[in-house]
């Protein structure tokens, strides 16, 4: 009984290592996407780090802030309805425009959609697409 209970115990470790090390590797080989390489080559920062703009990934300055339209709330809840246009940068097109969902170069006439969960301390942001892929 009790080598079959150390048997089952090095069974389940070497199972556990065995998938630990998988991941490990897998995810140092992560590619990221096309839009993500973009923003990196250009020195830019990723679409939800801190002060940055979602629509060209610009990291803003102090007192730099993104255009954008927040809808009044249906249900009366925390959450609303939102829309951004951009900021300085990508609206003056200094900057390329690109939907970080759809990595899609947006025009001047579309925006992002996005839902608004206001907190406390810091609200939250969450982009749900473009006006181009929640079309389709």
Known sequence: MRQ???????????????WFGYTL???LGKKAPDGQKRRRSR???FPGDPQTCPVCSTKLKDGEVVKSL???S????KDRFMHIKG?????NEEVERVCPVCNHVLFESEVLICRLFERPHRSHV???GCTYCKKS
């Open 70 to 72: 927040a809808f009044p």
């Open 87 to 91: 900021c300085l940068y990508c609206l």
């Open 43 to 45: 020195g830019l920062n």
């Open 4 to 18: 079959m209970f150390l048997f089952f115990l090095f069974v389940t470790l070497a199972v556990a290592l065995l």
């Open 74 to 77: 249906l249900t009366g809840g």
């Open 25 to 27: 590797l897998l995810g």
């Open 126 to 128: 969450h982009v749900l």
